[in-house]
């Protein structure tokens, strides 16, 4: 198998095979992190770019330690108060950016596309972490290794993804992910906070939860994405959580060993209760956050030997 790829956009355009062999790199990763002494050489010598013009906290504290325990020199921009707020333009941002040669660059912005844009701009590896309401690929690969971990596969699995998916790139990233994987997708919620069209994506379409999360071997609960939201898309949080936040109740009626997964930050008491995210035996919300580092120094160090193998011999990128 081989991974291809010059940068890490979107899962969309990744086969079956590339994301098998970037989670089992994770899981090799995962046993690293996991020893006294975590670090490897794979991004030695490698300049790391952390661009983010959307604040997450999560994310990028996750990349910076992945590009650390890889070797990487590592820089977070401060993009909130960047030259495009003064009225630079993202494609001279990039022409920048060319000029520090940076290795690896990693972005999250709030606009679908402008990631993908900056890629064919910079003259390196760029890595999504996260476009609008476009993708979030690093997200839908941790959550794989999650699933893969607990459950012993990443196939033929019921999978239901609960709540705002219309606001969600995470959703659209997993869609793809375990669609290519053969799995059964769900997508669970009010009509409000469903995509239009979204029964033509080859997956289901519940409106009501007990019935999106009948026999589900996977739980996956989405926040209320208010920052993507233009007016009222639930009557109120009492109201939503009441028919849509999962609860042992509702949980019951999907198999007894069924998993329970968010993406964070959490909204205790809105999508989920807050004793079942903290329930050790159903909930991995926790063991997400630690595939989040193994996930995203695989990427980086997948594409870091793809950029060295094509600034060598640059007719070895497709």
């Not at 912005?109 to 900056?118: E, I, Q, R, T």
């Not at 329930?279 to 997400?288: A, H, L």
Request: charged content about 25%; aromatic content about 4%; some cysteine.
């Amino acid at each position: 198998m081989s991974f291809r790829a010059r940068h890490l956009l979107g899962i969309e355009h990744l086969a079956p095979n590339e994301i098998t062999l970037l989670l089992d790199l994770a899981d090799r990763y995962v046993d690293l992190n996991r020893r006294d002494v975590k670090h490897d050489t794979a991004l030695t010598g490698l300049t790391q770019i952390n661009m983010f013009f959307e604040a997450s906290t999560r994310t990028q504290a996750s990349f910076e330690l992945a590009g650390k325990r890889l070797g990487a020199d590592v820089m977070n921009m401060n993009m909130q108060g960047s030259s495009l707020k003064k009225g630079e333009t993202l494609i001279d941002t990039a022409m920048t950016l060319n000029a520090m040669h940076p290795d690896l660059l990693v972005v999250r912005h709030p606009s679908s596309g402008a990631v993908a844009l900056l890629a064919q701009k910079v003259n390196c590896a760029v890595l999504n972490a996260g476009d609008g309401r476009h993708e979030h690929p690093t997200q839908a690969l941790l959550d794989a290794l999650t699933i893969r971990r607990a459950k012993g596969r990443l196939h033929r699995l019921t999978v239901a993804i609960c709540g705002d998916v219309a606001h969600s790139r995470v959703a659209r990233s997993n869609i793809w992910l375990l669609g290519k994987m053969e799995n059964r997708v769900r997508l669970v919620g009010p009509p409000t906070l469903l995509p239009a069209g979204a029964a033509d994506w080859g997956v289901e379409v519940c409106y009501d939860m007990r019935e999106g999360l009948r026999d589900a071997d996977v739980v996956m609960m989405l926040r209320l994405q208010r920052e993507r939201m233009d007016g009222a898309f639930i009557p109120s949080e009492r109201e939503y959580f009441h028919r849509f936040g999962l609860d042992a109740e509702k949980l019951a009626h999907a198999k007894d060993d069924a998993i329970v997964m968010h993406p964070g930050p959490m909204n205790r008491g809105v999508e989920i209760d807050g004793t079942l995210a903290d329930d050790i035996n159903r909930s991995v919300i926790q063991d997400q956050v630690e595939m989040g580092v193994a996930v995203r120094m695989a990427a980086m160090d997948l594409l870091a030997r793809n950029l060295r193998a094509a600034r060598s011999s640059p007719e070895v990128m497709v």
